[in-house]
């Protein structure tokens, strides 16, 4: 589900007894709140494995690369799922710090206790009720109760409740490479030096690595370099060719034919749409 056209704000709830894998690992310039009531699922955020249990919410902030996909071969699950823009977010810090409205978006996981379900769950179907609404006081209501979600979510994840994430060696293996790649994005990273970092043979890491993140290792390394490529054209006045090259990239017309195809237009049309300066 994406933020629908002309749309601030949206949320659905889905019950779902089918396997379900989103194919490919994304990401986009609004945010994603997913809360699961049943079931088991499991996000892969830019580059750390999050199992999710009833009662786990992911958040997922702008340009977050991530994938959800099956734990196991159970199929059941029920959820919620919100996205909203920064058009919203303004909205709802005309009375909330923006500051504690983002912070949850830092812990990407938080767990929500079973004593108080029943209550969070009762916001989340509130916020739903108003989102089907078209009166004057709609638009309102979504922004005190996303208000409340918020400031609940912030209270439970100083309780420190979040279960341990139980993942395999080769799994952790796949997590120190990505956050590897995250950090020495700009430097020359090969899928044989990277493979034999996990102790793994080139063709076993590959498919290993394209199970657990959803990604190809070429494709995963190209969308952090441009993720981080974004940044610096939104917050700096380096020229296109400068920032390719920080990013790792030798050629600036290579830079900018892998930019397009990720992130739908060119570098310089990116900039000024975006531009901060």
Same mark, same amino acid.
């Given at each position: 589900?994406?933020?629908? &056209?002309?749309?601030?704000?949206?949320?659905?709830?889905?019950? *779902?007894? =089918?396997?379900?894998?989103? +194919?490919n690992?994304?990401m986009?310039?609004?945010?994603?709140?997913?809360?699961?009531m049943?079931?088991?699922?499991r996000?892969?955020?830019?580059?750390?494995?999050?199992?999710?249990?009833?009662?786990d919410?992911?958040?997922?902030?702008? *340009?977050?690369?991530?994938?959800?996909?099956?734990?196991?071969?159970?199929?059941?699950?029920?959820?919620?799922?919100?996205?909203? *823009?920064?058009?919203?977010?303004?909205?709802?810090?005309?009375?909330?710090?923006?500051?504690?409205?983002?912070?949850?978006?830092?812990? /990407?996981?938080?767990?929500?206790?079973?004593? +108080?379900?029943?209550?969070?769950?009762?916001?989340?179907?509130?916020?739903?009720? &108003?989102?089907?609404?078209?009166?004057e006081?709609?638009?309102?209501?979504?922004?005190?109760?996303?208000?409340?979600?918020?400031?609940?979510?912030?209270?439970?994840?100083?309780?420190?409740?979040?279960?341990?994430?139980? %993942?395999?060696?080769?799994?952790?293996?796949?997590?120190?490479?990505?956050?590897?790649?995250?950090?020495?994005?700009?430097?020359? %990273?090969?899928?044989?030096?990277?493979?034999?970092?996990?102790?793994?043979?080139?063709?076993?890491?590959s /498919?290993?690595?394209?199970?657990?993140?959803?990604?190809?290792?070429?494709?995963?390394?190209? *969308?952090v370099?441009? =993720?981080?490529?974004?940044?610096?054209? %939104?917050?700096?006045?380096?020229?296109?060719?400068?920032?390719?090259?920080?990013?790792?990239?030798?050629?600036?017309?290579?830079?900018?034919?892998?930019?397009? +195809? %990720?992130?739908?237009?060119?570098p310089s =049309?990116?900039?000024?749409?975006?531009?901060?300066?």
């Amino acid at each position: 589900m994406g933020l629908p &056209e002309g749309r601030d704000l949206y949320i659905e709830r889905e019950e *779902n007894n =089918k396997p379900y894998v989103m +194919k490919n690992s994304h990401m986009h310039d609004y945010y994603e709140m997913y809360y699961l009531m049943a079931g088991t699922r499991r996000y892969f955020i830019n580059h750390t494995l999050y199992n999710m249990e009833p009662g786990d919410v992911i958040l997922v902030g702008k *340009n977050d690369l991530h994938l959800t996909t099956m734990i196991s071969s159970e199929h059941y699950y029920e959820r919620y799922l919100m996205t909203f *823009n920064d058009n919203f977010v303004d909205k709802v810090c005309e009375n909330i710090d923006r500051n504690l409205f983002l912070s949850a978006f830092k812990s /990407k996981k938080v767990h929500v206790p079973v004593s +108080k379900r029943y209550a969070f769950e009762g916001l989340l179907h509130k916020l739903s009720a &108003e989102c089907e609404k078209t009166d004057e006081y709609a638009n309102y209501l979504s922004q005190a109760h996303m208000s409340e979600i918020i400031i609940f979510l912030d209270r439970c994840a100083g309780l420190g409740v979040v279960p341990f994430d139980d %993942i395999s060696v080769h799994e952790e293996r796949i997590q120190q490479v990505c956050k590897y790649i995250v950090n020495y994005y700009n430097q020359p %990273i090969t899928l044989a030096e990277i493979s034999k970092m996990a102790y793994m043979s080139p063709t076993y890491f590959s /498919k290993k690595f394209k199970k657990v993140t959803g990604f190809g290792f070429n494709e995963y390394l190209n *969308n952090v370099r441009i =993720k981080m490529a974004t940044n610096m054209l %939104i917050e700096t006045q380096y020229s296109v060719t400068e920032i390719a090259r920080f990013c790792g990239y030798k050629d600036s017309n290579y830079f900018g034919d892998v930019f397009k +195809k %990720i992130m739908g237009v060119s570098p310089s =049309k990116y900039r000024k749409a975006n531009y901060t300066f």
